[in-house]
């Protein structure tokens, strides 16, 4: 298999194929001049462990330990340029651009699948259309940020597979192309971090799954809720706060000393009696497995706040063209119009319609005194005439802020003065644009930030009239303006770790118990710094991810044919919800579906197509089944 990409997720990718799935692996990557970076990033972590060691001992009282002492840079790629052979066997291409001959001697054309990660759309449908002609039969998979244009790209390489082969469909194994965002796969995950309670969705053909995380009885007992657990959580007794542990399925169920108590790893898919046995953990468990419609799935994407009909449509409409206190003033004004319609009627005796007719006449100034009248129909004159001098101010106001509206339409919001129980997004890059639209669909008020004025995320900040803070997170005053200290949660999600790691220690220093999510890339790392900020602020929940960690997985998957639905993060670690056809998975064959479970490894949830299916079901060859799976109970799976 052929991997080509110039950044984390190409090394990433490849140490899964390897490592996890046993594969033979070609690694395409531009010289060290392009800064590709590997899984240990050693400038980074440097900069990182340096900037940690300074603010949280400071915080602490004591000194961190940073990065775990890891030499820096291990894991680079020496030389510039040529092919080079890494001890643990990955073959290693240097090249600046993936080029016919390069993929020619990447192995392209005798390999069974190759990834093209690349940062740049352009550069992976180059290369992919390149490769099609190498090799009609190699099963691709592309990273796309572009959906619209993926599903065309899709359609093409598979058509242009069948046209190369001129076997048609059923002449020889199976050629594919795979598009995949690795935005699309984290940014629900972090969206869910960053918001307690979120329900977790994964969704297939006809059936609709949904994952909620239980936390522990007084008792430190789970209840039993929910049809099975997917996972148990780190717990030490304690505090109440979690998030990263160690990446990988294969770490140890150790325990690791903590300032309370003993540290327990997290546990997927655990079977009965752990779970019966687990004290003070909170557990993710599958809540229900239900039939999915197109509304029914929109649904549970956005929420039950979003309102429907006309009317939902229209007032939405009118208070993005006027001000809370324009609109407040017009109502005052009918109300004083009415009132007076009223009067007049029950001064007059008059028509109803009438004497709304007349009292338009004196709001307007149109001249028709009332001499000879009543006493109470010349006061109603007069006041309306009053009422009619208020109107004018009010009707110009509403004229300079309609054409005001639609003047700075293009232009970002500032946050309101009174906003408060908002997420605060740190960077609008390709990440943080799908985590921001995802955080929308749930009705979340958002606050983001970003330090690029030409960003990707703008526009879309722009089209949601979601409030943006331009400027650099590590200024001073920043974070204040984006009303940090009335914030719910703050979600760290640019490229830079030691952006993220300083925005989330200097917004600690402002609301300790600040819920935080943050972005980091390398593990080891990611665990020093939640241990260190876990006995800083044991009551405050803290939790990283890493997006390159979250998605390797899904596209290690579609390189080997299979379905992977989704990635659930617990943790460090990532559950992976996969398509899997029973027939010959001797595992699942003639098994029941309750039966059909390995402890730490995989489970059945649901047997596509049937949604009454339960424990005692049959499992025949002809079912295709969702099963949660750790990374190598996939890959054992086959």
């Known amino acids: 298999m052929v991997v080509c990409g110039d950044d984390g997720l190409a090394h990433r990718l490849a140490a899964e194929l390897r490592t996890v799935h046993g594969g033979q692996v070609t690694l395409v990557v531009p010289p060290n001049e392009r ?31 940073g990065g775990g002492g890891t030499p820096a840079g291990s894991g680079g790629i020496g030389g510039v340029g040529g092919t080079a052979q890494r001890a643990d066997g990955e073959r290693v291409l240097e090249a600046f651009d993936v080029t016919e001959a390069v993929l020619a001697e990447a192995g392209v054309e005798r390999a069974a699948a190759l990834a093209l990660v690349y940062d740049d759309d352009e550069t992976n449908i180059r290369a992919a259309l390149t490769a099609r002609r190498l090799n009609p039969r190699l099963r691709l998979v592309l990273r796309l940020y572009n959906r619209r244009l993926g599903q065309h790209i899709e359609g093409l390489l598979d058509q242009a597979a069948t046209l190369a082969s001129g076997e048609g469909p059923d002449g020889g194994p199976e050629a594919s192309t795979t598009v995949l965002s690795d935005a699309d796969t984290a940014a629900p995950a972090l969206a869910a971090a960053a918001v307690a309670g979120t329900t977790r969705v994964v969704q297939t053909e006809g059936l609709l799954l949904r994952a909620v995380e239980q936390p522990p009885g007084r008792d430190g007992r789970l209840a039993e809720r929910g049809l099975c657990t997917l996972a148990l959580l780190s717990g030490n007794g304690g505090g109440s706060a979690r998030a990263g542990g160690a990446g990988g399925d294969a770490g140890g169920e150790g325990a690791h000393g903590s300032g309370h108590g003993v540290e327990q790893e997290p546990r997927l898919l655990p079977d009965d009696d752990e779970v019966r046995l687990a004290r003070g953990r909170s557990a993710v468990v599958l809540e229900q497995v239900s039939a999915a419609d197109g509304a029914g799935a ?28 324009l609109r407040w003033s017009l109502a005052g004004l009918v109300a004083c119009v009415v009132a007076l319609a009223v009067a007049l009627w029950l001064v007059t005796d008059i028509h109803p319609l009438e004497a709304f007719y007349l009292t338009l006449l004196d709001l307007f100034a149109i001249d028709d005194p009332a001499i000879g009248e009543s006493l109470g129909r010349q006061i109603l004159q007069l006041l309306s005439g009053l009422v009619g001098l208020l109107l004018l101010p009010v009707l110009l106001a509403a004229v300079l802020e309609g054409l005001g509206t639609f003047r700075t339409a293009s232009a970002l919001r500032k946050p309101p003065r009174g906003l408060g129980g908002h997420v605060v997004l740190l960077g609008l890059g390709k990440i943080g644009t799908r985590v921001l639209t995802r955080l929308r669909e749930l009705d979340i008020p958002v606050v983001c930030v970003e330090a690029d004025p030409e960003a990707r995320g703008l526009a879309t900040a722009r089209r949601l009239r979601v409030p943006v803070v331009l400027g650099d997170v590590t200024q001073e005053g920043v974070l204040e303006a984006a009303k940090i200290h009335r914030s719910y949660a703050l979600l760290a999600v640019t490229s830079a770790d030691t952006t993220n790691l300083e925005a989330v220690l200097y917004a600690r220093s402002v609301r300790p118990d600040l819920r935080v999510v943050l972005r980091l890339y390398d593990d080891d790392f990611a665990t020093a710094v939640y241990r260190t900020l876990r006995v800083a602020h044991p009551r405050a929940s803290t939790r990283s991810r890493s997006v390159s960690h979250l998605a390797a997985p899904a596209f290690a998957g579609a ?80």
């Open 35 to 65: 800064l590709a970076r590997p899984p240990v990033v050693g400038r980074a972590r440097a900069a990182s462990a340096a900037l940690f060691d300074r603010v949280v001992s400071a915080a602490v009282g004591r000194t961190g330990n």
């Open 298 to 325: 929109d649904a549970a994407g956005r929420g039950s706040g979003a309102g429907t009909g006309v009317g939902a449509e229209v007032v939405p409409a009118l208070a993005s063209l006027f001000s809370r206190r």
């Open 559 to 638: 390189m080997l044919g299979r379905q992977v639905l989704g990635a659930l993060p617990v943790e460090r670690r990532v559950l992976l919800f996969a398509s899997v056809p029973v027939a010959g998975h001797p595992e699942l064959e003639g098994r029941t579906v309750g039966a059909a479970f390995r402890a730490g490894a995989w489970r059945v949830l649901a047997v596509e197509g049937r949604v009454d299916a339960g424990a005692d079901h049959l499992l025949g060859a002809g079912d295709r089944v969702v099963v949660a799976a750790t990374r190598r109970g996939l890959a054992e799976l086959g």
